[in-house]
Antibody, heavy 114, light 115 residues
Framework: EVQLVESGGGLVKPGGSLRLSCEVS????????MNWVRQAPGKGLEWVSC????????YYADSVQGRFTISRDNGKNALYLQMNSLRAEDTAVYYC???????WGQGTLVTVSS | QAVLTQPSSLSASPGASASLTCTLR?????????IYWYQQKPGSPPQYLLR?????????GSGVPSRFSGSKDGSANAGILLISGLQSEDEADYYC?????????FGGGTKLTVL
């Protein structure tokens, strides 16, 4: 059974930092690009970042470029998102996902508020 | 202009069919893209339905009923998700997505109401 389990969300003040993690099991993690996708309350899906299987290529949405850093540890089947300089508009449920394969986690809520 | 445009809402009756569109921005050719479709119900993550590029290059998600199908309308430059035999459980938000310019791009979503 494919499982993607996010953790690390929570309440943080504007300007603060958080690190999200995603532990993957049930598929060959090392073969696939992985992504973070977020969804603000009551809003649609917004892609955040992508990292290829060997971390050779990394892409970011303009809205997070320079503030967020995606990484992965293929030895641990884990995906990460370091989020710095957080803003109120970053408030969302963050999903670990491989949209092309149809794999999504349950999401972790990040709330940026003073 | 957004890369992908979906109607914000659609209503249909139980047992009827619903055609959800995902229109690509002018200048982009729907024929060159694989369109992925997702269903999302409140409080749950998106669930993969299917992907469609052509009749010879398509995939149904595991366990997804065959009454969900994908196609394209080249004249409208749009991907289509057809849901036949609508059931109350099909009431949800539906998103299309493509990989474009090194990014996953999502449509704004269509809220399907079955009444």
């Amino acid at each position: 059974e494919v499982q993607l389990v996010e953790s690390g969300g929570g309440l943080v003040k504007p300007g603060g930092s958080l690190r999200l993690s995603c532990e993957v099991s049930g598929f060959t993690f090392t073969r696939y690009s992985m992504n973070w996708v977020r969804q603000a309350p009551g809003k649609g899906l917004e892609w955040v970042s992508c990292i290829t299987s060997a971390s050779s290529f990394i892409y970011y949405a303009d809205s997070v470029q320079g503030r967020f850093t995606i990484s992965r540890d293929n030895g641990k089947n884990a995906l990460y998102l370091q989020m710095n300089s957080l803003r109120a508009e970053d408030t969302a449920v963050y999903y670990c996902a491989s949209p092309a394969e149809g794999y999504w986690g349950q999401g972790t809520l990040v709330t940026v508020s003073s | 202009q957004a890369v992908l445009t979906q109607p914000s809402s659609l209503s249909a009756s139980p047992g009827a069919s619903a055609s959800l569109t995902c229109t690509l921005r002018s200048g982009l050719d729907v024929g060159t893209y694989t369109i992925y479709w997702y269903q999302q119900k409140p409080g749950s993550p998106p669930q993969y339905l299917l992907r469609y590029k052509s009749d010879s290059d398509k995939q149904q998600g595991s366990g997804v009923p065959s009454r969900f199908s994908g196609s394209k309308d080249g004249s409208a430059n749009a991907g289509i998700l057809l849901i036949s035999g609508l059931q109350s459980e099909d009431e949800a938000d539906y998103y299309c997505t493509i990989w474009h310019s090194s990014a996953w791009v999502f449509g704004g979503g269509t809220k399907l109401t079955v009444l």
